[in-house]
């Protein structure tokens, strides 16, 4: 081995901590903290925008007599003695075919996004 | 550097449960490694070598969940941090034109050799101090500091060498110096 190698093997200066793990903490909390308020904020804007320009009563209201509906054709195929893939089939299509459907996976899928945006910037 | 007892334990808490006190756990340990391989890479300048090191820890900890376990958790600090201070060059367009003349604070208690060292050392190309302090300081192996560098292993060996030839030439100038003011 040469000197210099003897020389770059000399171990290096110890560095205290003196506070700068902390300080690399509170870094990171505050950065989540900013992170949390900008996607509330974010949240609640799409929230109060959906309710402001979207019938969300009418909504509902659609949605349960969807629902009623379908279950009602679920029973009506089980005793008229149709097989168990032509029930279902028809059943998913009786849901698809209910008017508030397509808005609500519309909003599923946005929301879907948000969220999958969220955890790939997480990431 | 000791590998802590419990770092999988640790990672794995701050993954699955972003527990803020395991990670303050692996900053405390891993501190000195990363901030001792900045400085050498931002030399002479401490504090920028600092402001590296905690966006490293930063930066680790937004990734975290990408760290897969199969290296060393130091290793992969110091891939984190190698990437963060060439991200610094190129954003000030200063590709290994850091200053050389500022003293280091503490080099008067320092050996003149290691104080010699470390200034040649900072007239050393960034991939070149690099190589260097991982394979002499923290004894990583050439196979090891290309998957930290993300270098081939030729550029990696090519790399120490030159940059040992190159310390060898810059510090025979640097004692020779010194006698000559001594002699003055």
């Known amino acids: 081995m040469t ?36 996607l509330t904020s974010l949240y609640s804007f799409v929230a109060m925008m959906l309710l402001l320009f979207y019938p969300v009563r009418q909504l509902v209201t659609q949605f349960v007599d969807a629902l009623i509906a379908t279950s009602q054709h679920v029973n009506q195929a089980l005793f008229s003695g149709e097989s168990l893939f032509t029930t279902q089939f028809s059943a998913i299509k009786a849901i698809l075919q209910q008017p508030t459907m397509m808005p609500s996976l519309i909003i599923i899928t946005i929301f879907s996004v948000f969220f999958l945006l969220h955890f790939i910037q997480d990431n | 550097m000791q590998q802590l007892s419990n770092e999988s334990q640790l990672i794995a808490k ?109 007239q050393l190309p960034a991939n070149e101090r690099a190589c260097l302090t991982l394979h002499y300081s923290f004894g990583y192996t050439h196979a090891e500091i290309t998957t930290i560098l993300a270098m081939p292993l030729g550029t990696v060996k090519s790399h120490s060498r030159r940059g040992k030839e190159r310390l060898s030439q810059l510090l025979s100038v640097s004692s020779s110096t010194s006698v000559d003011q001594s002699v003055a």
């Open chain 2, 14 to 122: 701050v993954i699955l449960t972003g527990d803020q006190l395991a990670f303050t756990k692996l900053v405390q340990h891993y501190q000195q490694a990363v901030r001792q391989y900045c400085r050498r890479l931002c030399a002479p300048d401490h504090a920028l070598a600092d402001d590296i090191a905690q966006e490293t820890f930063i930066q680790s900890h937004r990734k975290i969940a990408l760290y897969q376990g199969s290296g060393k958790f130091q290793a992969w600090l110091f891939r984190i941090a190698y990437f963060q201070f060439l991200q610094y060059l190129r954003s000030k367009k200063i590709a290994d034109q850091l200053p050389t003349d500022l003293e280091s604070p503490d080099s008067h208690t320092e050996a003149i050799e290691t104080r010699d060292l470390e200034k040649a050392m900072a």
């Open chain 1, 3 to 38: 000197n210099l190698e003897q020389l770059l093997q000399t171990p290096l200066a110890t560095i205290a901590d003196n506070g700068f793990s902390k300080q690399v903490i509170e870094k990171i909390q505050r950065y989540q903290r900013i992170r949390t308020m900008v």
